[in-house]
T-cell receptor, first 117, second 111 residues
Framework: KAGVTQTPRYLIKTRGQQVTLSCSPI?????VSWYQQTPGQGLQFLFEYFSETQRNKGNFPGRFSGRQFSNSRSEMNVSTLELGDSALYLC????????????????FGPGTRLLVL | DAKTTQPPSMDCAEGRAANLPCNHSTISGNEYVYWYRQIHSQGPQYIIH???NNETNEMASLIITEDRKSSTLILPHATLRDTAVYYC????????????FGTGTKLQVIP
């Protein structure tokens, strides 16, 4: 079974631009979560989607948004990019984020490394 | 979600067992203990998880104390490829709380 895939793997943008990142979860997984990882802040939770609905959200500004499609694929968008948005953006999928135990186990993709100049 | 405390770094000789501790003294009865590791610039990799019983899989063993306030991840025969940052996470089952990753333990396996 294929793992979580993320595209693109690397991206360079300039301040003020917007960016869209894509995540395809493991087949059959319905929950998709997004994380931002920076050297200074570590791994921080952005948001989680399940059945096309955002179920949980971290402490990030409204410039960060996401959505999930009916096939469970997810996208996240960052508008008006700032230098501080340079980070590794990770997507993780799980069968279900509600049931506990195995079904909640998250499997991560390789990430998209975003550099904002 | 309960917070976890891990040592920032550890060294382990290749071929020896690596024992990585994690304190989660405020863990609730329905919170699971999860371990992930992250090799440089890659996505975190799931290792193992447990509720209150010790668990073992092909990668590692997880020992949870009886009071569940701490746990230890054991890599029985560490190899150079096990060099990574190891994260211990506790999170409630069945809830919508965000998953919080701490700073983890940087394990360096030495030849």
């Amino acid at each position: 079974k294929a793992g979580v895939t993320q595209t693109p793997r690397y991206l360079i943008k300039t301040r003020g631009q917007q960016v869209t990142l894509s995540c395809s979860p493991i087949s059959g997984h319905r929950s998709v979560s997004w994380y931002q990882q920076t050297p200074g802040q570590g791994l921080q939770f952005l948001f989680e989607y399940f059945s096309e609905t955002q179920r949980n959200k971290g402490n990030f500004p409204g410039r960060f948004s996401g959505r999930q499609f009916s096939n469970s694929r997810s996208e996240m968008n960052v508008s008006t990019l700032e230098l501080g948005d340079s980070a590794l953006y990770l997507c993780a999928s799980s069968l279900d984020f509600r049931q506990g135990g195995f079904q909640e186990t998250q499997y991560f993709g390789p990430g998209t490394r975003l550099l904002v100049l | 979600d309960a917070k976890t405390t891990q040592p920032p770094s550890m060294d382990c000789a290749e071929g020896r067992a690596a024992n990585l501790p994690c304190n989660h003294s405020t863990i609730s009865g329905n919170e699971y203990v999860y371990w992930y590791r992250q090799i440089h610039s890659q996505g975190p990799q799931y290792i193992i998880h447990g509720l209150k019983n010790n668990e073992t899989n092909e990668m590692a063993s997880l020992i949870i104390t009886e009071d569940r306030k701490s746990s230890t991840l054991i890599l029985p025969h560490a190899t150079l490829r096990d060099t990574a940052v190891y994260y211990c996470i506790v999170r409630v089952a069945g809830g919508y709380q965000k998953v919080t990753f701490g700073t983890g333990t940087k394990l360096q396996v030495i030849p």
